[in-house]
């Protein structure tokens, strides 16, 4: 591996743990502070984080700078997100009927998006962040 490649691995690895904590805060504020259904509170959380997450991931991880491709990039990419919020929902269901307490709801959502996080790599890798087979890997300083 390069140590480009493992450079790119370790921002994806960061993106996920800035954002994740995010989705994780507003999951609890939704759920607990606003005493929303904890479904309703699940998609809210995933949905809100999710736009970060994709910007940090095509700008800093990826450094696409191209102009965004919606049907070949920015639908894909909420395609996985809402494959996510789907396992993640189901997740969050089953603990809401088991414990009814924000820790198990958090630690639902969390389970079901750690399910999806190495395939999201390889599919934001092979298909939608793919660099051009012409383009020379840039050259990166820090991570």
């Known amino acids: 591996m390069s140590k480009y490649e493992l450079r790119k691995k370790l921002r994806y ?3 996920s ?6 989705g994780q805060v507003l ?4 759920y607990e502070v606003g005493k929303l259904n904890p479904l309703l509170s699940n998609v809210l959380a995933v949905t809100i984080s999710t736009t970060p997450n ?3 991931n095509r700008f800093w991880v990826w450094r696409k700078r191209s102009v965004t ?6 639908l894909p990419y909420w395609m996985l997100a809402f494959l996510g919020l789907g396992i993640s929902t189901i ?7 088991i414990w009814e307490t924000w820790i198990a ?3 639902a959502n969390a389970i079901g ?3 999806l996080w190495g395939a999201k790599y390889f599919i934001l890798e092979k298909y939608l962040f793919k660099e051009s087979s012409t383009a020379p890997s840039p050259k990166i300083n820090s991570l």
């Open 13 to 15: 690895v960061y993106v």
């Open 17 to 22: 743990l800035f954002t994740a904590p995010i």
């Open 27 to 30: 999951l609890f504020l939704f």
């Open 54 to 56: 994709y910007l940090l």
């Open 69 to 74: 491709n919606i049907r070949n990039e920015i």
């Open 91 to 97: 997740f969050v269901y089953l603990a809401d009927s």
């Open 105 to 107: 709801i958090n630690l």
């Open 113 to 115: 998006y750690t399910l």
